[in-house]
């Protein structure tokens, strides 16, 4: 059975003060893994998309990379507005395109 | 452009009444999907479907009923309301499965 661990379950950090969000996976052939930002009461929002071992992505403060077991979501010199839920999701090659299973988020607050 | 728009936002329901959450997406996506999302809990899929017409079950489809016939549509049907449904409902499209654009959701409690 696919399944998707992210730790910390929460994270506070101070402005600047950089760190890393982990996301472990267990599938039966990863076809894709995928990094999700939900705000309080809005819906998820789309921010990178991994593919193989050794792959790096980049988005203002995030970075995203990849390995065999886990993926890494560094943010750095966070600030504020970085506040959120970071959900990370894989798409295995058996249980076809048409779905993602997804963790349970690491809730991130930055302070001042 | 609006995006995916999920109706009602939020809805409280009595245990066996039943209601219809509405999805509509505007960006012309084959892919539209239900997720539920529970504290503690990942977003679990309900059903999903790849076009007008063709819809498939999720990991939790007990209890919900879906049809897809515009491309636009997809709406989510609570057949007799239970309190385990008591959730935060979210609909998404895409055009690939591999960036999925969220509604904001719909908040249901069932009592």
């Known amino acids: 059975e696919d399944q998707v661990t992210q730790s910390p379950e929460a994270l506070r950090l101070q402005e600047g003060e950089s760190s890393s969000l982990n996301c472990s996976y267990t599938?039966?052939?990863?076809?894709?893994l995928f990094w999700y930002r939900q705000d309080p009461g809005k819906g998820p929002e789309f921010l990178f998309t991994?593919?193989?071992a050794g792959e790096e992505k980049e988005k203002e403060r995030l970075k995203a990379t990849l390995t065999k077991k886990e993926s890494f979501l560094h943010i750095t010199a966070p600030k504020p507005e970085d506040s959120a839920t970071y959900l990370c999701?894989?798409?295995?090659?058996?249980?076809?395109?048409?779905?993602?299973?997804f963790g349970t988020g690491t809730r991130l607050l930055v302070s001042p | 452009n609006a995006g995916v728009t999920q109706t009602p936002k939020f809805q409280v329901l009595k245990t066996g009444q039943s209601m219809t959450l509405q999805c509509a997406q505007d960006?012309?996506?084959?892919?539209m999907s239900w997720y539920r999302q529970d504290p503690g809990m990942g977003l679990r899929l309900i059903h999903y479907?790849?076009?007008?017409?063709?819809?498939d079950q999720g990991e939790v489809p007990n209890g919900y009923n879906v049809s897809r016939s515009t491309t636009e549509d997809f709406p989510l049907r609570l057949l007799s309301a239970a309190p385990s449904q008591t959730s935060v409902y979210f609909c998404?499209?895409?055009?690939?499965?591999?960036?999925?654009?969220f509604g904001e959701g719909s908040r249901l409690t069932v009592l």
């Open positions: 998404a499209s895409s055009s690939t499965i591999r960036e999925l654009f």
């Open positions: 599938v039966s052939g990863l076809r894709g």
């Open positions: 991994l593919y193989s």
């Open positions: 999701a894989v798409q295995s090659e058996n249980t076809g395109f048409q779905k993602l299973v």
């Open positions: 960006m012309n996506h084959e892919y």
């Open positions: 479907s790849v076009g007008a017409g063709i819809t």
